[in-house]
């Protein structure tokens, strides 16, 4: 499979984020997270850009989202997996983001309006699965819900600081962690808050 990383660059350097923005679209263009409202934020395009290359993603992946929120890193997601199944709890960003994602012209990807601390099972199973809110420790839904060879990108720790996770799972089902970075995402709510 070719290495899609200078794809992925190009595109979200092109991307205008103000358009997955409702207010202080004047700071779209700063590399900081920006509030959406309803306690949530729109990451930096930089950490986006490291989450979507750590998830290694293919042509063919199927993804699960964990956290639509804007639409925003759903979208890089969806130009370059096959199919990507994104959850949202909060109904008005549920709504936002399908509305501008439909008008940006995505039709690969399924949305469902829950909450994703224990993922989207009927689905299952994913080879890719980002979660884009912390938990206190890795959800054992989402490791079963992730495909053998598959790649899930994950903050997990306290509410003050948590370690952004890469977990893989090889053919055989066994887990292997890495720490990408140190983060500070809003809690996952749900079975796993913090």
């Known amino acids: 499979m070719p290495n899609l990383d200078h794809e992925i660059k190009t595109y979200l350097r092109q991307m205008d984020r103000s358009f997955y923005m409702d207010e202080l679209k004047e700071f779209a263009s700063y590399d900081e997270p920006i509030p959406i409202g309803h306690e949530q934020t729109i990451s930096q395009p930089s950490l986006v850009l490291d989450m979507t290359l750590a998830l290694d993603l293919q042509r063919d992946s199927k993804v699960l989202e964990i956290g639509t929120g804007s639409g925003f890193q759903t979208a890089v997601l969806a130009a370059f997996a096959e199919t990507v199944y994104t959850i949202e709890r909060i109904e008005a960003l549920h709504s936002r983001a399908k509305e501008r994602l439909h008008e940006a012209g995505f039709s690969n990807i399924h949305f469902k309006l829950d909450d994703g601390s224990v993922g989207w099972p009927e689905n299952a199973t994913y080879d890719r699965i980002m979660v884009t809110a912390a938990a206190v420790e890795v959800p054992a839904e989402l490791l079963e819900q992730l495909a053998p060879n598959g790649k ?17 799972k090889d053919a055989k089902g066994n887990i292997q962690k890495e720490v990408i970075d140190q983060v500070r995402f809003v809690p996952l709510k749900g079975k796993y808050e913090y």
Do not use: A, Y
């Open 152 to 168: 899930m990108v994950i903050p997990v720790g306290t509410s003050f600081l948590q370690e952004l996770l890469l977990i893989t």
